[in-house]
């Protein structure tokens, strides 16, 4: 009953979208204010109905009703509940209605919560919404509905894949979802001022709340995402350039330019038509995102065999939207006025050098994501692209925005001074000339650059904190004052601080554990011992463990620096699921304050012996903590009082009482 | 400065970038790109010892060696054509004598093929995308992996 029920639910939703779709389109055109009206109801209702079906799912998912097919394949009534729950979406039909449910929820939130905005406007963007709504519900409908029963139920389910048993399910991909479909309301509302054929800066003041939640969505989504696969896959790599990472770190980087050309049309009037185009790429990578991981186009640690109808639906949704939205932006982006002037030398122009190279770095990353797939579509030839490729085009683009990266706040509105601004980073520079001999001195042997990103991410770091000191002018006026002036900082003020600051902790790990990592291999029995950087690891044997549907077959080990002191035990496993009759590695790690120790096992040999992988990974912790640093950048922006209050709007003419009198 | 002037340095500049991140691209492609091969495809196209290639097939059944020191030696297979594959290092978690494979590496002059990634997946049930064509190419795919591969297993990483 409760499938049938969540089935019909999605056609409900279907049907209230396609209302919500055209009646507000055809209120807009003939001025009708009723049929404009109904798009926030219908917005509000459609998200009650996906709710319903998606709730529907997770009742049979937490019931184990192993006679709905998705549910006898993805789960098992041993799993916990917590994987009973995040199984829904780690699979293709649940992922697709986790995507419909934050598609109509931030429908939802634009209806419920967008009362300042223009009623054109917002209806025109709702009905935009729902179209995009429509266009996965009827895919969901027609190719993955989750919610088809099995004649003869089952007594237990297939479980869910072993690798997929983990609370990184339950937090990368609804984060990650958050931020790919947040990104459909900048691109509803680019849609709905092109149809309109009116945008002012106000627009972007509307939009950059929404671009900048999903922003910070997606930048913990990658990050937790990253630091799953780098504890899960059991080799501690943080970055594959795996073609569904380039999926997400595509939207990333437009999002990341919309966000700052943002900035500059909200304040400046300028770069209109540039901000609306950048609103619909970083959708419409988003959509291609999707479609790469959903239609099994691409090998890829997440690809899965789907059927091939599937991948053509998308891709015709793909062409639908992105070749409509590119379409109406040629047809109506020339009616949009031209804003304000700036000099090269200016916040705007250092805006504008942001935007330059985010989205060069992201059509490099494009470029190599996808030439396989014209290659074999052209030659036939398969090819693989890997990371040699992005770090030979990728790393150089993106250095060189790092380097500028702290002298864009330091620049004033139109017309900047470059002299002024290098004067005042002068101590930033000091430090990050230190950090490079210090890096050259401490650190021997890795890559000659190395030092040298060293000395741009402590300028980065170091940058953003400048730009802090010279707001509250902090050790020049007395403590008092400084505070007072720091407590009077605009958020949005201290948001690109914290946000600037986590780049340059990001790349600082990224450095660290890519220019200084050690790693060894080695097959060892117990009593045996490794060394690696100044830990030495004693193996003291195997002894077993079990878990509610799992075996661990786990290792001991005892870890010492060299000096002797005991610092505590690892104990990597290999973790058995009978349900599906194979084993993965369960990593150990160890942190020692930034680095982490990292050991994971092999398969045991017959003769007692384990091979194991120990790896030393210096300041890894940093690319994650500086991801945090980002979100805390972009929340404390989002809490500034400009983007809560909303665009000032013209008082409403009141109704003259003397003229009334008179009448 | 004029709307005309600005527009030309903006457009002179992104010029400059697109042209820097094109070289760079060109430049990268020329390195760094590898082919993937099935073991016929090693035969017919006599791929030169030395050049980085992907080698997929399946594991031929029984052919995996353990040596000392994490040496490994297996038969990559489709079916017509085997290639010796020497890799040292701790295999994936779903590597298996019978399933499908990637293999990253070079032949040597003695016709091993010495592989320095193997490559893993998520999935039991999962067959690599070209080994699965390269496989339907030589006549042994079996329906009983078109049966597995329909399965919707897998995640949403």
């Known amino acids: 009953m409760i499938p049938e029920l969540g ?4 056609m409900l939703a279907l049907g209230l979208a396609l209302i919500q779709g055209t009646m507000p389109i055809v209120g807009t055109r003939t001025s009708d204010p009723v049929l404009m009206s109904i798009a926030a109801p219908a917005a509000i209702a459609q998200f009650v109905f996906v709710a319903m079906a998606f709730i529907a799912l997770a009742v049979c998912y937490v019931t184990s009703d192993f006679s709905v097919l998705n549910v006898y394949e993805n789960s098992n009534s041993q799993m ?44 025109n963007a709702l009905a935009v919404q729902a179209w995009i709504a429509a266009a996965f519900q009827l895919f969901i409908l027609a190719t993955s509905n989750p919610f088809v029963r099995i004649p003869d139920a089952p007594f237990e389910g297939r479980d869910l894949t072993p690798v997929l048993q983990d609370p990184g399910l339950a937090f990368h991909p609804p984060m990650l979802y958050l931020g790919y479909v947040g990104f459909s309301i900048a691109f509803s509302f680019a849609i709905a001022a092109l149809i309109e054929g009116r945008i002012d800066a106000a627009w972007a003041r509307w939009v950059r709340p929404w671009a900048l939640l999903a922003w910070m969505c997606l930048t913990l989504g990658i990050a937790g995402g990253s630091y799953w696969a780098y504890y899960e896959l059991g080799w501690g790599g943080f970055w594959f350039w795996d073609p569904v990472e380039n999926a997400s770190l595509m939207p990333w980087l437009a999002g990341t330019a919309l966000l700052h050309s943002a900035v500059v049309m909200e304040k400046r009037g300028a770069l209109k038509v540039w901000t609306i ?51 109406l932006y040629a047809w ?84 900047g001074d470059l002299v002024g601004a290098a004067q005042r980073l002068l101590a930033a520079m000091v430090l990050a000339g230190l950090a490079v001999v210090a890096a050259s001195a401490i650190e021997r042997g890795g890559p000659v650059l190395a030092p040298f ?110 000096n002797g002191e005991l610092i505590g035990n690892m104990e990597p496993s290999r973790r058995t699921f009978p349900s599906r009759n194979m084993a ?43 991801a945090a640093f980002m979100f805390v950048g972009g929340a404390l922006s989002l809490s500034d009082r400009r983007l809560r209050i909303g665009a000032p709007r013209p008082a409403k003419a009141k109704p003259n009482p003397t003229l009334q009198a008179a009448e | 400065m004029t709307r005309k002037q600005r527009r030309f340095t903006l457009i002179g500049c992104g010029l400059a970038v697109l042209a820097v991140a094109v070289a760079l691209m060109l430049n990268a492609f020329r390195d760094s790109i590898v082919f993937f091969n099935s073991p016929s495809d090693v035969a017919e196209k006599h791929v030169e ?44 978690d779903l590597f298996r004598e019978g399933q499908g494979v990637v293999a990253e590496g070079a032949l040597d002059g003695g016709g091993v093929f010495n592989a320095d990634t193997i490559l893993a997946k998520h999935d039991e049930t999962y067959m690599p995308k070209e080994v699965a064509d390269a496989l339907k190419k030589s006549g042994h795919w079996k329906d009983d992996y078109a049966q597995r591969a329909a399965m919707p297993v897998g995640g949403s990483k």
């Open chain 1, 80 to 123: 916990p509940l917590i994987y009973r729950l995040t199984s829904i979406w780690g699979n293709h039909e649940g992922s697709m209605m986790l995507w419909i449910a934050i598609l109509a929820f931030f429908g939802a939130l634009v209806a419920a919560f967008g009362n300042n905005l223009p009623v054109v406007l917002k209806a």
């Open chain 1, 453 to 562: 990103g060293v000395g741009i991410a402590v300028f980065v770091m170091a940058g953003a904190v400048t730009d802090i000191a010279e707001r509250t002018l902090v050790l020049r006026v007395p403590f008092r004052t400084a505070l007072r002036r720091a407590l009077g900082l605009p958020r949005s003020a201290w948001g690109t601080a914290f946000a600037h600051f986590g780049m340059g902790v990001t790349l600082l790990g990224i450095i660290g554990v890519t220019a200084w990592g050690s790693e060894r291999i080695a097959e060892i029995k117990p009593g045996d011992h490794l060394d690696i950087a100044h830990y030495r690891f004693t193996f003291d044997g195997m002894f077993n463990r079990d878990g509610p549907n799992y075996h661990d077959a786990v290792g001991r080990f005892t870890v010492h620096r060299m």
């Open chain 2, 49 to 92: 010892p030395g050049t980085r290639i992907r080698l997929g097939g399946l594991v031929k059944d029984g052919s995996l060696v353990r040596g000392n020191d994490l040496s490994i030696r297996f038969d990559v297979t489709d079916g017509k054509t085997e290639i010796p594959v020497a890799y040292r290092g701790v295999l994936p």
């Open chain 1, 332 to 415: 109506r982006a020339p009616l949009l006025k031209q804003g304000g002037l700036f000099a090269p030398i200016s916040r705007e122009g250092a805006l504008v050098f942001n935007n330059l190279f985010l989205t060069t770095a992201c059509a490099t990353v494009f470029v190599g994501t996808l030439y396989p797939l014209a290659l074999e579509a052209l030659t036939g030839d398969k090819i693989s692209v890997g990371p040699p490729f992005f770090n030979a085009t990728f790393g150089p683009l993106f250095i060189p925005l790092m380097a500028v990266m702290p002298f864009g706040p330091l620049m004033g509105w139109k017309r």
């Open chain 1, 277 to 327: 185009l950048l609103a619909i790429l970083t959708f419409s990578l988003s959509l291609i995102g999707t479609f790469l991981v959903r239609s099994g186009v691409l090998t890829s640690v997440h690809a899965f065999a789907t059927d091939p109808t599937r991948g053509i639906f998308i891709l015709g949704i793909l062409i639908v939207f992105i070749g409509g939205a590119l379409s």
């Open chain 1, 584 to 626: 993965i590695t369960q990593a150990a790690l160890m942190s020692r304050g930034v680095s982490q120790l990292y050991l994971s096992l092999g398969d045991p040999n017959k003769d007692g012996t384990v091979p194991v992988r120990l790896y030393f990974k210096p300041q890894v912790l940093m690319i994650w903590l500086g």
């Open chain 1, 7 to 10: 089935h019909f639910a999605l």
